[in-house]
Each structure stands twice: as structure tokens, then as C-alpha cells.
């Protein structure tokens, strides 16, 4: 009963999502970090995605075991663990997409800035990596703070000469997942329908959702909007709360890297239309990153949208995010430049 349950729900969702049943282009994928808490559930959705050929899951251990546990899913996906340095060569060559959830994860009393130094290192050096064996593959962030790791990135591929802007994404969907879901139980709204931008960046204050904008529209009283945000924004540290020290927010950041992925392979396979937010070179503001709506295409970044008609509340929001912001884009470019 649960499978045929399992395959109904599945198939509507990606009848939903746009997947085509003819024959797409061959795709490889990698994660990693593919054993941790964000890397085992996401190398799971996606060997559930039909637009993946070839899965390869690279963590500093444990990844044969995980890769033999996802490969016996029945998808098109074949799957390849892949351990240690020695071995990420392999995992590498051929990509079309690198998902990097690597890192540790966050924990109680413990903000994103916390996480610089252990993730900083991890991050450079898997981007150097990058660099060398897939240089034109689109490059998925999601180890945090992402508005340092990003920034991390481009300069590790800038001295490696093979930095492509279009090809750089801050994973920032989690963000819009949470607006969407919070909006939907306020507005009373059909979640599936529901809509929201969410720019800025990926901690805290710098994480603006412009319900001015969701759809459909609500015309929600401003201190819902108000505590809306603040929920948004704080989202991460409910979850770390909620799991009293034993996990953060693993299973959802799986969902939102796999969507964010997903829409990154039907960009590269010329689906029209493909819009996500996300955290990258950007002169939406005086900023060098930012996250903001991007076009998705064959190139990775097709455009990156502007922020449309803002509520003073996110004018005054968007203002206040900026010096955070900055900072943390700089320190990630000072961590970069080091040696």
C-alpha cells in the first residue's frame, strides 16, 4: 500500500513540476558531503529525479554505504559513492551540477558566523577542486554561512582562472520554502499555489521575503507580516531548537537543494521559464552577491531579476540588511585571499 501510495504522489509531483517522459540529456550530478545529515536525503531525491543519468555521492567517509543503500532505488539514475581526496577526481569529472552541502552542521547557541572557520576551509578546498576537474559545471552552495561561502568560491575559481559567474549559486530556497509555507497557513492559502520572493541573503536579517508580493494575494494585516518575517528569518534556529541539540534543519534543507538542483538541470536542458531565487553576482544593488529572482537556461544565470515595488516595511528591511551583508561577503573574500 505504501508503494503504490509512494509512486501515485510521486508521479503527480513531477507531472507538476514540468518533467517531460521523453528522453532528456544524460546529466551528471554530484554531492558532497552526500553522507552527512543534508547529503543522505538529498543523494535520496535526487536519485528520484528522472533528469539525472549519473548520481556520483562524495562525502570523507561513509559514502560506499550510502551510495549502496540510494543505488537500489529503481530510477534512472546509476549511483557511484566516492571517499576521500584520493577519489574526488572522480566524483568530479563529467559534472553537470555540483551540490555542496558539505560541512558541520549548525547547533544550539551556535550562529552562522560560528560556522566560518570549519566551513570556510572545507568550501575552498572542494572549490579548488571544482576548479580543476569540472570547471564549467553549475556549482550549488549550500554550506554555510552562504554569504561567505559563495564569495569564497568565486575567488577560489577567479584564481583558477575558470570563474563564470552565471555558474555560481547561493542555495537560498529553504528561505522561499519557509515563506511559502508560513504565508500559506496565515492566508489560509493552498500551499502548492503559493508563491513568495525571498532576497537579500541566507542568515537572519539578510533574509528579506517581499510578501507585498506572494501570490495569491492576502492582504495580510502588517503585523503578520511583521511576525511572517521574523519566522522566516529565524526559521534555521527553530528547527536547532526544536531538535534540542541533536540536528538542524536537515530534511527540509534536502527538499529546497533538491528543488533549487532540479531547476538547474531544466535550465541547462532548455525548459523555458525557469525562475528560482537565489544568492549571486548581482548589480540588482550596490552589493557584489545578492539573492534576487534568476532566470534560469543553458548557461546557468540567464538574468538575474530585479526586486520590484517594495512595502516601506521591506524598504526599510532591505536597508537594514545591507552593512550585514557586506561584512559577510567581505570576510568571506579576506578568508579566500589568504595564503
Do not use: W
Amino acid at each position: 500500500m505504501f508503494r503504490s501510495v509512494a509512486r501515485s504522489a510521486a508521479g503527480k509531483h513531477l507531472l507538476r513540476r514540468g518533467y517531460a517522459t521523453e528522453s532528456v540529456p544524460d546529466r551528471k550530478v554530484a554531492v558532497l558531503g552526500a553522507a552527512g545529515g543534508i547529503g543522505q536525503p538529498l543523494a535520496l531525491l535526487m536519485k528520484l529525479n528522472p533528469l539525472v543519468s549519473r548520481l556520483a555521492l562524495y562525502d570523507i567517509a561513509n559514502t560506499p554505504g550510502v551510495a549502496a543503500d540510494v543505488s537500489h532505488v529503481n530510477t534512472r539514475s546509476e549511483v557511484a559513492g566516492y571517499v576521500g581526496e584520493d577519489q574526488l577526481k572522480q566524483a568530479l569529472e563529467g559534472c553537470d551540477v555540483v551540490i555542496i552541502p558539505a560541512g558541520v552542521p549548525r547547533k544550539p547557541g551556535m550562529t552562522r558566523n560560528d560556522l566560518f572557520n570549519i566551513n570556510a576551509g572545507i568550501v575552498k578546498g572542494l572549490c579548488a577542486a571544482i576548479a580543476k576537474y569540472c570547471p564549467n559545471a553549475l556549482v550549488n552552495m549550500i554550506s554555510n554561512p552562504v554569504n561567505s561561502t559563495v564569495p569564497i568560491a568565486a575567488e577560489v575559481f577567479k584564481k583558477a582562472g575558470t570563474y563564470d559567474e552565471k555558474k555560481l549559486f547561493g542555495v537560498t530556497t529553504l528561505d522561499a520554502v519557509r515563506a511559502k509555507t508560513f504565508y500559506a497557513g496565515k492566508a489560509k492559502a493552498n500551499v502548492a499555489d503559493v508563491n513568495v520572493p525571498v532576497v537579500g541573503g541566507h542568515a537572519g536579517i539578510t533574509i528579506l521575503p517581499l510578501f507585498s508580493q506572494a501570490t495569491p494575494k492576502a492582504n495580510l494585516p502588517e503585523e503578520d507580516i511583521k511576525a511572517l518575517t521574523k519566522r522566516t528569518q529565524d526559521g534555521g534556529t527553530e528547527v536547532v531548537e526544536a531538535k534540542a541539540g541533536k540536528g538542524s534543519a536537515t530534511l527540509s534543507m534536502a527538499y529546497a537543494g533538491a528543488i533549487f538542483a532540479d531547476a538547474c538541470l531544466k535550465g541547462l536542458n532548455g525548459v523555458p521559464d525557469v525562475v528560482e531565487c537565489s544568492f549571486v553576482q548581482s548589480t540588482v544593488t550596490e552589493l557584489p552577491f545578492f539573492a534576487s529572482k534568476v532566470r534560469l537556461g543553458k548557461n546557468g544565470v540567464e538574468e538575474v531579476m530585479g526586486l520590484g515595488p517594495l512595502s516601506d516595511y521591506e524598504q526599510a528591511g532591505l536597508e537594514s540588511l545591507k552593512p550585514e551583508l557586506k561584512a559577510s561577503i567581505e570576510k568571506g573574500i579576506k578568508f579566500a585571499n589568504q595564503n
